[in-house]
């Protein structure tokens, strides 16, 4: 029992049931590095949360001592740094933003110029 429906058949050849940045209905032609950029920066958001509730574990933990509990945080800054450095490199694949729409910021909201 197959059902495949036209407007899904690109997340099916993608194999990623998440809409991502070309199946957005905003009217803007996407290039494939903004389909890259979505990909890469999905888990690294997965990571990001996990390392973030990781840290509120181990700082709540009554049976760590001080040392351990400092070691754990030290390890989980560096997964954090990691992420963040990642999020720079990857906002960066496609030059200044070539395949990207043109936007403008006018108080804090995000519109097309």
Do not use: N, W
């Amino acid at each position: 029992m197959e059902m495949r429906h036209e407007d899904t058949e690109p997340l099916a050849v993608r194999g990623d049931s998440m809409p991502a940045a070309d199946d957005a209905p905003d009217g803007f032609d996407y290039g494939p590095h903004d389909q890259l950029r979505h990909d890469l920066k999905t888990p690294l958001t997965l990571i990001a949360a996990r390392a973030y509730l990781l840290a509120r574990s181990i700082r709540r933990s009554s049976s760590l001592t001080d040392g351990e509990r400092g070691t754990m945080l030290d390890g989980v800054a560096a997964i954090e740094e990691a992420v963040r450095t990642m999020v720079i490199t990857i906002d960066g694949i496609g030059g200044s933003g070539g395949d990207a729409p043109q936007r403008d910021t006018f108080d804090g909201d995000t519109a097309p110029l």
